[in-house]
């Protein structure tokens, strides 16, 4: 109790340092009127000012009240709004972990309630904001993948669906892009074999990214290069590897915008391997 109290000192302190400086968190809000609120003994009371800060958009003065009500309510009717209302003033203040958290546990907890459902959305929707640029680790937004499937499988005729399988359709994205970045690093660096199975494991894992062309003639110069910087005794193994990826690309591509580029990669090819022979 002690620690929370000085928790809750902390952030009033810090709520009168920006009201000195200007940047209100409360608006309209006293200091001291906040300080007599957190002071009440009275839960009801501090309940409804905690409601109406979440109301206002005025979430940083709802959080320590809420915190409150959450943790002196415990196994009420009461407990089961505030907790509900305490998740949704953490993804205000943009505590989009700590909300997720909340959201879910409320779901777990609470299954039966009406808002089970829109707490599992919006834990989900959590993990969708806090999924990075593709460049970045993709735990997050592997996790916001999970938890929209399983949203969509526990309550499949949801009006959150269609919105849910637009997230899954645009983080999917975001991982294809990442599969490709990662697998171009590769290559850009002169990693070719590396380069190779990343752009092909990439091709089996999204068969239908909007990539999938650029990988494919990526995947034919790869192995050239990769024959090129090889021994004398597996150039030929490696310069038939980059002619069947030859094959496989003409095929599936024949009006490729990439045509000139792998035709130039088959020639040469053939030419190392009459010059391997005459050796």
Same mark, same amino acid.
């Given at each position: 109790?002690?620690?929370?109290?000085?928790?809750?000192?902390? !952030?009033?302190?810090?709520?009168?340092?920006?009201?000195?400086?200007?940047?209100?968190? $409360?608006?309209?809000? +006293?200091?001291?009127?906040?300080?007599?609120?957190?002071?009440?003994?009275?839960?009801?009371?501090?309940?409804?000012? /905690?409601?109406?800060?979440?109301?206002?958009?005025?979430? @940083?003065?709802?959080?320590?009240?809420?915190?409150?009500?959450?943790?002196?309510?415990?196994?009420?009717?009461?407990? =089961?709004?505030?907790? @509900?209302?305490?998740?949704?003033?953490?993804?205000?203040?943009?505590?989009? *972990?700590?909300?997720?958290?909340?959201?879910?546990? $409320?779901?777990?907890? !609470?299954?039966?309630?009406?808002?089970?459902?829109?707490?599992?959305?919006?834990?989900?929707?959590?993990?969708?904001?806090?999924?990075?640029?593709?460049?970045?680790?993709?735990?997050?937004?592997?996790?916001?993948?999970?938890?929209?499937?399983?949203?969509?499988?526990?309550?499949?005729?949801?009006? $959150?669906?269609? +919105?849910?399988?637009?997230?899954?359709?645009?983080?999917?994205?975001?991982?294809?892009?990442?599969? !490709?970045?990662?697998?171009?690093?590769?290559?850009?660096?002169?990693? @070719?074999?590396? /380069?190779?199975?990343?752009?092909?494991?990439?091709? &089996?894992?999204?068969?239908?990214?909007?990539?999938?062309?650029?990988?494919?003639?990526?995947? =034919?110069?790869?192995?050239?290069? *990769? /024959?090129?910087?090889?021994?004398?005794?597996?150039?030929?193994?490696? @310069?038939?590897?980059?002619?069947?990826? $030859?094959?496989?690309?003409?095929?599936? *591509?024949?009006?490729?915008? *990439?045509?000139?580029?792998?035709?130039?990669?088959?020639?040469?090819?053939? &030419? /190392?391997?009459?010059?391997?022979?005459?050796?």
């Amino acid at each position: 109790m002690t620690n929370r109290f000085s928790t809750h000192l902390s !952030f009033i302190s810090a709520c009168c340092a920006s009201l000195i400086l200007g940047s209100t968190l $409360f608006f309209g809000t +006293s200091c001291s009127e906040y300080n007599k609120i957190m002071k009440s003994t009275d839960l009801d009371y501090k309940y409804e000012r /905690a409601l109406g800060f979440l109301d206002s958009n005025k979430c @940083y003065g709802a959080l320590p009240l809420l915190e409150e009500v959450v943790s002196l309510t415990r196994g009420t009717e009461r407990s =089961v709004d505030a907790q @509900y209302n305490f998740a949704q003033a953490h993804r205000c203040v943009g505590d989009y *972990y700590l909300a997720r958290y909340y959201f879910k546990l $409320f779901a777990k907890t !609470f299954p039966n309630d009406p808002r089970a459902e829109k707490a599992q959305f919006e834990s989900a929707i959590c993990s969708y904001i806090l999924s990075p640029k593709p460049s970045l680790d993709q735990l997050d937004t592997e996790q916001a993948i999970e938890e929209f499937q399983l949203f969509m499988d526990r309550y499949p005729a949801s009006a $959150f669906r269609d +919105s849910s399988q637009n997230m899954i359709d645009e983080l999917r994205y975001k991982l294809e892009v990442k599969s !490709f970045e990662s697998a171009h690093n590769y290559y850009h660096t002169g990693n @070719y074999k590396s /380069a190779v199975i990343a752009f092909e494991n990439a091709l &089996k894992e999204y068969p239908d990214t909007p990539y999938r062309e650029q990988m494919q003639w990526l995947i =034919v110069d790869g192995y050239f290069k *990769y /024959a090129e910087l090889s021994t004398e005794r597996r150039k030929l193994e490696r @310069y038939n590897d980059t002619i069947e990826a $030859f094959l496989t690309f003409v095929a599936r *591509y024949p009006e490729s915008q *990439y045509r000139n580029q792998v035709q130039d990669v088959y020639e040469k090819c053939l &030419k /190392a391997i009459d010059d391997l022979a005459e050796n």
